[in-house]
């Protein structure tokens, strides 16, 4: 069935640092990839998506690229700051199966000090 | 314009006893789904509605779990006979048509503790 791994936390980082978090995923289709994010007390939030191979997908200057070749969709940012402390989900739909359910990552946890 | 919203926010309930929860999706949007969050589970889907289909429970943890849809929006979620297991965050989300359909809304999830 299909799945998704992505990197275990928790991971802390100073204000500015690069951000990585890994993700890579298994499926019998051509899924669509998805980050969302989590911040403390609050509901899941879309962050990003991309929906084919070679896609990059792109928000609140977070990036993502749907790289088919490796099965991955690492979520990337250049310069963190303390608002991004928060869980994010790495996830993919998989539209070939019955429905559109998200299969999630196990989730990492973001903290970013000042 | 208005998200999903869930009721309550919180539910405390005793062993044995069965629990309602509650999902009002976003106006439109045709498809709505369960999920459970929980520690040791992760985030793991429980049940799709897809406008007037039958639901796809597939991933419904045992035959104490139901849901319903009523009139295409409102949802219930019912656990009968609650165990500390079912002790987590309950989920709901909802989607558009076609090329909406990827992108799901969550609700801020009720979390239930059972005792």
């Known amino acids: 069935g299909d799945s998704v791994t992505q990197m275990e936390g928790p991971v802390t980082l100073s204000e500015e640092a690069f951000l990585t978090i890994n993700c890579t995923y298994t499926?019998?289709?051509?899924?669509?990839l998805f980050w969302y994010v989590q911040y403390p007390g609050e509901g899941l939030q879309l962050l990003l998506k991309?929906?084919?191979?070679?896609d990059k997908g792109s928000n609140k200057g977070f990036e993502a690229t749907y790289r088919k070749e490796t099965t991955s969709f690492h979520l990337e940012k250049g310069s963190v700051q303390v608002s991004d402390s928060a869980v994010y989900f790495c996830?993919?739909?998989?539209?070939?199966?019955?429905?559109?359910?998200?299969?999630f990552g196990k989730g990492t946890l973001l903290t970013v000090n000042p | 314009g208005a998200g999903v919203s869930q009721s309550p926010s919180n539910k405390v309930t005793e062993k044995g006893k069965d629990v309602e929860l509650r999902c009002d999706p976003i106006?439109?949007?045709?498809?709505l789904y369960w999920y459970r969050q929980s520690l040791g589970q992760g985030l793991e889907f429980l049940i799709y509605?897809?406008?007037?289909?039958?639901?796809?429970k597939s991933g419904l943890p045992s035959d104490r779990f139901s849901a319903e849809r009523t009139g295409g929006s409102v949802s219930t979620l019912t656990i009968q006979r609650t165990q500390q297991e079912d002790s987590a965050v309950y989920l709901c989300?909802?989607?558009?048509?076609?090329?909406?359909?990827?992108?799901?809304?969550f609700g801020p999830g009720t979390r239930l503790t059972v005792t």
């Open positions: 989300a909802s989607s558009g048509r076609t090329s909406e359909a990827y992108e799901q809304y």
């Open positions: 499926a019998t289709g051509y899924p669509s």
């Open positions: 991309a929906t084919k191979a070679d």
């Open positions: 996830a993919l739909s998989d539209p070939g199966g019955s429905n559109y359910k998200l299969t």
């Open positions: 106006s439109g949007h045709t498809a």
């Open positions: 509605f897809q406008g007037n289909s039958a639901p796809d």
